[in-house]
T-cell receptor, first 111, second 115 residues
């Protein structure tokens, strides 16, 4: 079973920041927080991941709370092409364990 | 880096026939391959895990004789759906992994429709 809880859907106005929350209260000390997104009929696309520090890349920022029980993915300037299902996943970077997908958040960016 | 090629992107087949899906890691060697399937409006569900040169490990409820996985090389893995039935219609996604210190990559998926 997925170890994360996300809202099923969110709307965001085009050009505004999209803030997607994720709860992972049972995360272990050696587990990372991964974010992927899936645009309709495509494979999952990597966005960002982190352990305990906040992370930023060209796509998004990841804010992880100090107790690591929750995180927020931030898309700074959402575009229509960011409409997708966003998955927050906790997993270990070591070993050959697969990522376990939950139901994700369906983000709709509205013009 | 970490380019994955999955073919075909979509296929329609008749009931009772077999379909082969290929997954290639183009610029890295995949020691482990994960295969997922996704039914409409649902999330990705892990079907099986295979390590190069070894037999695949299947998740509970996935028939190993129906979903044949071959991972004979570090750059190619195949999933064959044998004697396909309409209930096998789904979106199949491969996920090759280079090793423990690398990220998770995914193929673009194969939409299988069995008629």
């Amino acid at each position: 079973d997925a170890k994360t809880t996300q809202p099923p859907s969110m709307d965001c106005a085009e050009g505004r920041a999209a803030n997607l929350p994720c709860n992972h209260s049972t995360i272990s000390g050696n587990e990372y927080v991964y974010w992927y997104r899936q645009i309709h009929s495509q494979g999952p696309q990597y966005i960002i991941h982190g352990l305990k520090n906040n992370e930023t890349n060209e796509m998004a920022s990841l804010i992880i709370t100090e107790d690591r029980k929750s995180s927020t993915l931030i898309l700074p300037h959402a575009t229509l092409r960011d409409t997708a299902v966003y998955y927050c996943i906790v997993g270990k970077s070591t070993g050959n364990t697969p990522l376990v997908f939950g139901k994700g958040t369906r983000l709709s960016v509205i013009a | 880096g970490a380019v994955v090629s999955q073919h075909p992107s979509w296929v329609i087949c008749k009931s009772g026939t077999s379909v082969k899906i290929e997954c290639r890691s183009l610029d890295f060697q995949a020691t482990t391959m994960f295969w997922y399937r996704q039914f409409p409006k649902q999330s990705l569900m892990l079907m099986a895990t295979s390590n190069e040169g070894s037999k695949a490990t299947y998740e509970q409820g996935v028939e190993k004789d129906k979903f044949l996985i071959n991972h004979a090389s570090l750059t190619l893995s195949t999933l064959t759906v044998t004697s396909a039935h309409p209930e096998d219609s789904s979106f199949y996604i491969c996920s090759p992994r280079q090793g423990w210190n690398y990220g998770y990559t995914f193929g673009s998926g194969t939409r299988l429709t069995v008629v």
